[in-house]
């Protein structure tokens, strides 16, 4: 005789999905730097702008607390998280250890095909710089790092990267000029130089150059702002 099992609870889906949208608006917004570091983070103005309930903003920043992007502090809130200097040394070590192996990987089996659309990827980069899109430009020179990720076709590892990426943006380049961005984009197009060339040791020792460069920048006084003007939909860059 067949066993009969009880029926699970339906997940309620809509729920699932309006939580993650909230998750997914408040990661963006802190890694295009339209979020700083030290923002509070009001759930009312969450729950107005997304049309949802305060309960699923708090579902939203309980997700965003556990990746550590954001802080709960008793009886005043949440707050976007502000990184310790020790946090950021570790961050950027922990990327070093990641990308540097990453790179010597990638590099003995990277592909033409995949060498185009790095070429690509950098135009788009210099596109947005000399334009002046300050998000646009942003979010390419971080998505620059999880494209040469998934060329490697390991999806633990590009999410691996991509958590990390995001605790970065709160802690470097917190008001990236023109200049530092130009350097940002000259340094990977010397990676993928070296990644063309098949020299694994000159692509590990320029991506560990240029995290290094990143980590000197680092900005950690945080600055506050428009929390509903950050979160409102924008035009996201078009991937390469």
């Not at 305060?54 to 707050?79: H, I, W, Y």
Request: charged content about 25%; hydrophobic content about 40%; proline content about 5%.
């Amino acid at each position: 005789m067949q066993e009969t099992r009880p029926p699970e609870p339906a997940a309620d889906g809509a729920e699932t999905s309006s939580t993650q949208r909230i998750v997914d608006a408040i990661t963006t917004a802190i890694v295009e730097r339209r979020l700083q570091p030290g923002t509070k983070l009001v759930e009312q103005q969450i729950a107005d702008v997304f049309s949802v309930s305060r309960t699923l903003v708090r579902q939203a920043l309980n997700q965003l607390s556990r990746d550590r992007l954001v802080k709960l502090e008793p009886a005043r809130g949440a707050f976007v998280a502000t990184p310790s200097v020790e946090e950021a040394r570790q961050v950027f070590e922990a990327r070093k250890l990641i990308e540097g192996a990453m790179i010597k990987q990638l590099c003995a089996r990277i592909t033409p095909a995949q060498i185009a659309e790095l070429r690509g990827h950098l135009q788009a980069e210099l596109d947005a710089i000399q334009r002046t899109d300050v998000p646009g430009r942003t979010w390419l020179l971080s998505d620059f790092h999880l494209v040469l990720a998934r060329m490697l076709g390991n999806e633990v590892l590009a999410q691996l990267l991509a958590d990390l990426l995001s605790r970065s943006s709160l802690i470097s380049l917190m008001y990236q000029s023109s200049h530092s961005a130009e350097h940002s984009r000259d340094e990977h197009v010397a990676i993928v130089d070296a990644l063309e060339r098949g020299d694994a040791r000159a692509a590990v020792r320029l991506t560990e150059a240029h995290l290094s460069n990143v980590e000197r920048n680092l900005r950690l006084h945080p600055r506050t702002s428009d929390l509903q003007a950050a979160l409102r939909p924008h035009a996201a860059p078009a991937h390469p």
